[in-house]
C-alpha cells in the first residue's frame, strides 16, 4: 500500500493534525489501544493530545503501550523511557500511570521481560501505533538488519542510534548498548500506524522508507506492506520527497 504523505510547515503543526486524529479515536473508542514512541519526534504530538484534554477530552480509558525500553537502566531512571513516558505523556494528561505498559527493562531475566511483553500484546490489538524514524531508518529499537518477522525481543543498539540519544545522557559511556523492544512483526500487527519525522537529519530516511527498496537494512520501509499508515512530517524532513510517489497532503 502507499503510505498517505502529509506535510506540516513544522512540528507543532504536524503534532496539532497527529493529535487531531488520536483524539478522534478516543471519541469513537474510549477504551482504544495506543502505541507509544519515545524520543524527539512524537514530543509536539503529545504537546497538541494534552491540549484536546484541557478542552474536555476523556482518555481515562485509554491504554498505552510502549516500543521500547533501555536494558540496564534502575527503575525510576529519569532517562528510562517509562519516566519519559509518565513526563511528556501521562502526567500532562492526567492520566493514571497504570495505564502506561513499558517492557521492564530492569528485569534479572531481559529475554524473559520480553517474552511477557509480547504476550501482553498478543493480548489486544493496538488501535494506533505512533512511530518515530532514525536516522538509519530504524523504527522501534529495530536497528537495520532486524528480521521483519522479528517479535518482541532483546536488542543491541548500534553506535550511531547511541551517539543520537548521547545528547540525554552524561556521555556516551552512559548511554545502554541494549534494550527491549516490540518487533517488526508486533508493530505490522496494529491497525492504524502514524509515523511522525521532523527535521533535515530524517529527510534520508523517510525518502529511503518510501521509495527506497523494502529490506531489513531500512526497518522503515516494511511499514509499505502495511493497509493503513500515514507519514506525516515537517518541511525540512520533506525535502527528498516526491509527490509523484505517494499521496501527499498539505
Known sequence: MTPVVEISADADATGSRVAERIAALIRA????VVGVATGSSPEPVYRALARHIDDG????GVSWFALDEYIGLPHGDPQSYRAVLERVLIEPLGLDTASLHVPDGAAADPDAAAAAYEMAL????????????????????????????????????????????????????AVPQECLTQGLATIMRARRIELVAFGERKAGAV????????????????????????????????T??????????Q
Open 29 to 32: 473508542k474510549p477504551d482504544a
Open 57 to 60: 477530552l476523556d482518555a481515562s
Open 122 to 173: 498478543a493480548g489486544t490489538t493496538v488501535d494506533l501505533q505512533i512511530l518515530g524514524i532514525g536516522e538509519n531508518g530504524h523504527i522501534g529499537f529495530n536497528e537495520p538488519g532486524t528480521p521483519f518477522t522479528a517479535t518482541t525481543h532483546r536488542a543491541s543498539l548500534t553506535r550511531s542510534t547511541r551517539m543520537a540519544n548521547a545528547r540525554f545522557f552524561p556521555s556516551l559511556d
Open 207 to 238: 525518502a529511503a522508507a518510501l521509495y527506497g527498496p523494502i529490506t531489513d537494512r531500512c526497518p522503515a520501509s516494511l511499514l509499505r506492506r502495511h493497509p493503513d499508515v500515514r507519514v506525516s512530517v515537517d518541511a525540512e524532513a520533506a
Open 240 to 249: 527528498e520527497l516526491r509527490a509523484t510517489s505517494c499521496a501527499v497532503q
